[in-house]
């Protein structure tokens, strides 16, 4: 064949580019590779179900009063006993879940919020910003948060609204230690080459911290979020068990444990309903944050082994063999893991 | 028997994906006292294979075939066996000297560790004196007091050093060396080359050199195996390989890499496309998307290594055709459209950049609480640059120079320290909030990482089209920018929805640079722009950089620390040391003719990726690492090392280290240095 007729050969063109998994679609196969994360999302979501709906199907309401059965075991008409006044315990309990679980969720997006602000804020503009910031971060670690908002909390509100205020300050006094974790972050970001791109581009400060920045450290904020439930709960039933928390005749599991704790010896049902919930619930939501946080750091080993099922999909993943699971993320601050080859010569530099 | 012997090597990972075929089937045999290098791009399998031989994969991982060492099979051993033979019988040099080395201990400690792990009856005392010896041969000065400081007081350079020092404490039959030198400057990466060399000839090891500069090879390897694809596609003695390549894949990656000895001035040629990905690879020879010589035979089976002489194999179905051919003749380099510019003579071109007597002063600061200034940093010490329409200026030295400063005070575009920064005549101190952001558009950057220039959220579309959106342009005409730019920069219309990851370093260059050139600027700032890539990309990443030039009559500013890629694409060329020009003035007289003895070394320092032409050059190499640029030499700043001083009179000398020379003409044409003794000196 002649040199000239090569030519004319058809070149298959290189990048015709497998279809590819997508980013969210690899992060939940992993996650559902995580069988306890699984089990505990299904927890959340049947807690959840059950908190709103199971009211509906108790025939009692959290505030009604059986005059007539005072501190009944588990029966036919009170499927899990009464308290000393009568008040039916499972929706006693419903209602003290969904309490928890939306002071739980409503703190956590409050003090993530104002962590990625605070954060982000403090180590893109550096200067007296972050001075001042980084200053307030760490007055407000030093003191002692619970006595705090337990403060706060008996010279506020009180009453119905008291959970509102008891949300927002658990929101306001938990984000801190992310607050700063979030700074590390964005200084390792911020001499990234395309957040100098985009400066050298005309972008304002806070474009860039809204577009190149938070979402590139938003697999940290998901984790964040979903662990921060966790610790709002817990925080919560703590404060309410105090009676610093959730006020009467408004219920939390916080205060159904603390009603329930001195009648355990001989009334244990009392205690048992609200505790098992609690439990479980933390339990749930632990498992499900420790879940995304493997499903989104390419260094876990959700990857599968050699020889595997064939998966579906014809997509390349470089995950085990360049490191590359996390484009940029945060998993990869050193852009180069032990099996790379042939990085940058003056790579690593942070 | 051979040393070593790796007979039918596959490693296997797991991934998302399905299998990564990382290494398929590698055989090769090592004597003692030889140097193999293992030659190919990234992912093509290199460091795999010399992790399988060091025992030092995961679980996860399988390997299957024979590793041989004196007939000893080390496949199958357990981790506890292999410790027992790692450090001890075959030493690694990692590319990192950073995190290769404990930061906790003083680097003497984690020798006498490595010694005493292996011969429990020496004592420590033995041990101590043989790590002192052994950095002693490594060139580490004061070895005795150095061996008790730790890593973080060491350079680059010197913990490379100790590395090497440390791979040869146990007299190893075999050193791995895996990209030793990739992450130092190229002066220091001649002394290391050399140290390795002494190393070598020491222990009477055998090494495997794995690199992806061809001139180190060059340079320094008995043997080569090429791999593609995990595959080993060609073997041979360097002769063979380097001067009778068989395989087109190497003739290709020989004819890419630009050439430090002379200018062509016509673009590179190409080897287009990327490699395969190795999780699902086709039947047949996985070079052929990239192969100009493929037939449709080549897709049927993937070809085994056959001979081509003696002791020369290569893989390739049409051998008989291939074998003789140049390389121009089966890799054509794309032509070139030349501006309307090239005619215009340098002198009536207009001025897009000057820079005059530009300093940038970091102050050094000590203490916590009340931070006292101790020192100043002089990273940028009075420079004058100008750069013409359509025209290229190289900055190069060694880092820390100040090169990488110097871009970021143009692209700051705020008021200088102390000179004067001039973009397209006008002063940038004097520009008010609004106008210096109209001039952004003037002034963009390329950066040297593909993985971290562009935002891995983003689609492409985004990336290019932010810089549009912020300048606010119109839907409609983003739209039409974005594709025209896509164009432009040899992407197709259908890349715009797809994220960075799904492309590879080339390609994301290339996003970068579209980016850069959405609003039409006329200077553009390349802060080493290919050297993160591989040499077959970097020629396409170079020949787009040219042919945009031609085609918009840009100016670059362009940052390298690969000399042979700023003689292919500048025209004029800035060499800076310690904050300072030392040599400026066209790319061919500088190069050809060079008269600082810092230009001298520098050029020098760089091998060549040509056998009979890097093995008969004479090299200066320079003594030491850069001074801290808070407390530079009195004089010159070059009196330190300059290997010109020892041969000087007295009174010269004295003359050197008293008065600072300045920048001079030299002979006719644009050439001037700054040197007291200027003198040219052929370094090729």
């Known amino acids: ?350 | 028997m051979s040393l070593l012997s790796v007979r039918d090597l596959n490693v296997t990972f797991p991934s998302e994906a399905g299998d990564v075929l990382a290494v398929r089937g590698i055989s090769f045999d090592l004597e003692r006292g030889r140097t193999m290098a293992l030659v190919g791009e990234s992912g093509s399998g290199k460091s795999v294979t010399s992790l399988a031989i060091m025992g030092l994969h995961p679980d996860l991982v399988t390997i299957s075939g024979s590793i041989t060492l004196d007939g000893e099979e080390l496949l199958g051993k357990s981790d506890a066996e292999m410790s027992k033979i790692r450090g001890n019988r075959i030493a690694m040099v990692f590319q990192d000297p950073l995190s290769a080395l404990t930061p906790v201990y003083p680097v003497g400690n984690q020798i006498v560790e490595t010694i005493l792990i292996h011969n429990p009856g020496t004592t420590k005392r033995d041990a101590w004196n043989r790590a002192v010896e052994l950095l002693t041969i490594v060139g580490i000065p004061d070895a005795a007091e150095r061996a008790r400081a730790f890593p973080f007081e060491f350079s680059g350079g010197m913990r490379q050093r100790v590395m090497i020092a440390m791979a040869m404490a146990n007299q190893p039959d075999i050193i791995i060396a895996d990209e030793p030198t990739t992450a130092l400057d190229v002066t220091i990466q001649a002394q290391v080359l050399e140290v390795l060399q002494r190393a070598q000839a020491e222990t009477g090891a055998a090494m495997i050199l794995i690199t992806h500069d061809l001139g180190v090879v060059a340079g320094y390897a008995d043997e080569v195996t090429v791999m593609y694809a995990g595959r080993p596609v060609e073997q041979g003695t360097i002769g063979d390989v380097f001067y009778h390549p068989a395989m087109p894949y190497t003739i290709g990656l020989l004819g890419t890499v630009p050439r430090l000895d002379h200018k062509s001035g016509d673009p590179l040629p190409m080897l287009e496309g990327n490699p395969p990905d190795v999780v699902h690879l086709p039947p047949g020879c996985p070079f052929v998307p990239r192969c100009p010589m493929a037939a449709p035979q080549c897709e049927q089976v993937e070809p085994e290594l056959t001979a081509v002489g003696e002791g020369h194999t290569a893989a390739c179905v049409r051998l008989s055709d291939v074998v003789g051919r140049a390389h121009t003749e089966i890799f054509r380099p794309p032509p070139l459209e030349r501006t309307s510019l090239a005619a215009v003579p340098r002198a009536d071109r207009d001025t897009v950049l000057e820079l005059a007597g530009l300093h940038k002063h970091f102050p050094l600061l000590k203490g916590a609480l009340y931070r006292r200034q101790v020192g100043v940093v002089k990273a940028v010490d009075g420079i004058d640059l100008d750069v013409k329409v359509g025209e290229t200026l190289g900055l190069v030295g060694e880092s820390g120079s100040g090169k990488s400063t110097t871009l970021l005070e143009i692209l700051e575009l705020l008021k200088p320290q102390r000179g004067r920064i001039m973009v397209l005549g006008r002063d940038t101190a004097a520009l008010t909030k609004a106008e210096r952001r109209a001039m952004r558009k003037d002034v963009q950057v390329v950066f040297q990482d593909p993985m971290a220039a562009v935002d891995p959220r983003m689609p492409v579309f985004d990336i290019i089209a932010e810089p549009l959106q912020e300048f606010g342009w119109k839907k409609a005409e983003v739209e039409a920018r974005v594709f025209e730019l896509l164009g432009l920069v040899g992407l197709r219309p259908e890349h715009a929805d797809r994220f960075p990851q799904h492309f590879s370093g080339g390609q994301r260059q290339r996003i970068g640079i579209a980016r850069a050139l959405a609003l039409s600027p006329s200077v553009l700032v390349l802060d080493e722009p290919v050297s993160a890539l591989d040499v077959s990309i970097q020629a396409g990443v170079i020949n787009l950089l040219e042919a945009l030039q031609h085609k918009l009559h840009l100016s670059y500013v362009i940052v390298a620390h690969d000399l042979a890629v700023i003689r292919h694409i500048s025209d004029r060329v800035a060499v800076m040391y310690l904050g300072s020009i030392v040599e400026i003035g066209d790319v061919n007289t500088v190069y050809d003719t060079p008269v600082h003895p810092y230009t001298q070394a520098l050029i020098s320092a760089i091998p060549i990726p040509d056998p009979d032409v890097e093995r008969a050059r004479q090299r200066i190499v320079l003594e030491g690492d850069l001074p801290s640029p808070s407390d530079p030499p009195t004089g010159c700043k070059f009196s330190s090392r300059c290997p010109k001083l020892a041969l000087l009179a007295p009174a010269q000398q004295v003359q050197c280290q008293a008065e600072a020379p300045a920048l001079e003409q030299i002979g006719e044409g644009d050439h001037q240095a700054a040197c007291h003794f200027a003198e040219v000196l052929k370094v090729f």
């Open chain 1, 1 to 350: 064949m002649d040199i000239m007729e090569l030519d004319l050969l058809p070149i298959e063109d290189a990048d015709q580019a497998p279809k590819r998994i997508g980013r969210a679609r690899l992060t939940l196969r992993r996650f559902l590779r995580n069988k306890l994360a699984v089990f505990g999302l299904c927890g959340i979501v049947l807690l959840i179900l059950i908190a709103i709906f199971g009211p509906m199907l108790t025939g009692w309401s959290f505030d009604d009063r059986d005059k007539l059965s005072p501190l009944k075991p588990p029966n036919s008409s009170h499927w899990l006993g009464t308290t000393q006044v009568g008040r039916d315990m499972l929706a006693l309990t419903l209602r003290g879940m969904s309490r928890s679980l939306i002071i739980g969720f409503a703190a956590a997006t409050l003090s993530t919020l104002l962590s990625s602000v605070v954060g982000t804020a403090s180590a893109y503009f550096g200067g007296w910003v972050e001075r001042v910031l980084l200053w307030i971060t760490d007055l407000m670690l030093v003191i002692p948060t619970m006595l705090i908002i337990g403060v706060l909390m008996r010279g506020g509100v009180s009453g119905d609204l008291a959970w509102v205020l008891l949300a927002l300050l658990l929101g306001l006094f938990g984000w801190m230690t992310t607050g700063r974790v979030v700074r590390s972050l964005t200084l390792s970001l911020k001499n990234r080459e395309y957040v100098l791109a985009a400066k050298y581009m005309g972008l304002p400060a806070w474009r860039i911290i809204l577009r190149h920045i938070l979402p590139n450290i938003s697999s940290l904020m998901i984790v964040d979020l979903t662990l921060g439930v966790g610790y709002a709960v817990l925080g919560e039933t703590g404060l309410s068990f105090l009676g610093l928390g959730v006020q009467a005749p408004d219920v939390s599991l916080g205060t159904l444990i603390s009603e329930g704790a001195v009648l355990v010896p001989t009334y244990n049902w009392v205690f048992l309903a609200p505790s098992v919930v609690l439990v479980f619930l933390v339990f749930c939501i632990n498992s499900v944050g420790d879940g995304v946080r493997d499903a989104l750091d390419p260094s876990s080993q959700s990857g599968g082994v050699v020889g595997g099922k064939p998966r579906r999909g014809k997509g390349r993943e470089d995950v085990p063999a360049k490191g590359t699971g996390l484009p940029g993320g945060i998993g990869q601050a050193g852009g180069a893991t032990t099996m790379s080859e042939d990085n940058t010569p003056q790579g690593g530099a942070q």
